[in-house]
């Protein structure tokens, strides 16, 4: 339970991002400067958010800090995170999932996967620097 609340946080802290950059990102940045630039210049913030919240949450719900259950916190939010991203682009973009997936060969898109990648390894790229060094 505890691994399925951190996947469940996870998945909102870094989404609730998102969501706060992704309309700045479309109506004002994307005009301005296009979409691969606009892309980069909000990308930051969604790391930050990752490293933020992959930090703090295995403390918050109590979660062993193991790579098994760093690792299942991350895919967990990464299926949670793709389940609403099909939902929010066929129900409020009117993306078909086709369009979806064709996006990833955009520069954005590419862009966009890399995220998704450090989204989910996240938790355990920090499980070093969070993890107490072991005295024998």
Request: charged fraction near 10%; charge should be positive; proline fraction near 6%.
């Amino acid at each position: 339970m505890k691994i399925i609340a951190a996947a469940l946080l996870y998945f909102a802290i870094v989404f609730t991002v998102g969501l706060m950059f992704g309309p700045i990102r479309v109506l004002w940045l994307e005009p301005k400067i296009g979409e691969v630039l606009a892309a980069v210049c909000e990308a930051p913030f969604l790391v930050v958010a990752m490293i933020f919240a992959s930090r703090w949450i295995p403390s918050v719900v109590g979660m062993r800090r193991d790579l098994v259950s760093l690792g299942l916190m991350g895919l967990g939010a990464l299926a949670v995170q793709q389940a609403a991203d099909l939902a929010v682009g066929i129900y409020l973009r009117g993306i078909t999932p086709a369009e979806q997936i064709a996006h990833f060969a955009t520069g954005p898109g590419l862009i966009y996967a890399g995220l998704l990648v450090a989204f989910a390894a996240m938790p355990i790229l920090l499980s070093r620097s969070t993890t107490p060094a072991r005295v024998d």
